[in-house]
């Protein structure tokens, strides 16, 4: 943790970028002269990361981003959770740009479309936990991680998790408790647009489909049971 001055210093240097990030945010909605879009991205990237040194400063848990190999759809990226006693599936669409699309409509999409689209299907090694639900990005706003660096749509890591020390803390009474194996586990965190996915493990791996979502989930399946 670092010290008052420290401190104060990065919360001046945050409140000033917040200031230009709303500077860049008003100028988008006015006239456009050039650039608007390019100066807003980066006054919210510093907002960003000026919003994790402070709470990296004070020793609060703060979101960083996850280098992941794939965007997902921002719309409709039907996450999918499948997961039993030993292993951890997480399925998505992929966002494929549309050079046609004018942000004036949005298509329905569902997991029983017969459509094949590129899928992406991750699978987390040695999670402890996962859990897929509330909150959506309406509510984001209302996170513990927000201002600590919450990226929507995104996939992140936490730093200094609560999730995961109370799960340690849980798992200690075990007479087989090696704090060792914990120091391996991370909290991951997705931001997708009506759930958050969340989960604790070792590490990941991602795969791309082309195929439609019914086959997508049946690979799973078939893993699964064919593992099991």
Known sequence: MAG?????????????AQERQNAASAAVLGLHQGGEWQAYDAACAQVLALERRVAAAKGEPHAVPLEFPVRWNTGAPLPHLISNDHQTFLAFRIRVPDPDWDGSYATARSPDAVTVEPLALVEFQRCASAKLGAPND???????????????????????????????????????????RWRSLKHYVFWFHDVTFECV????????????????LARVCARITSRG
């Open 4 to 16: 008052d001055t420290q401190i104060h210093e990065l919360e001046r240097l945050l409140a000033a």
């Open 138 to 180: 309406e509510v984001f706003s209302g996170h513990p991680l927000h201002g600590r660096g919450l990226e929507p749509y995104t996939a992140q890591l936490v730093v200094g998790s609560p999730w995961l020390a109370e799960m340690e803390r849980i798992n200690s009474i075990h007479p087989g408790y090696c704090p060792e």
């Open 201 to 216: 493990a070792e590490s990941f791996s991602v795969e791309v489909f082309h195929e439609t979502f019914a086959a997508l």
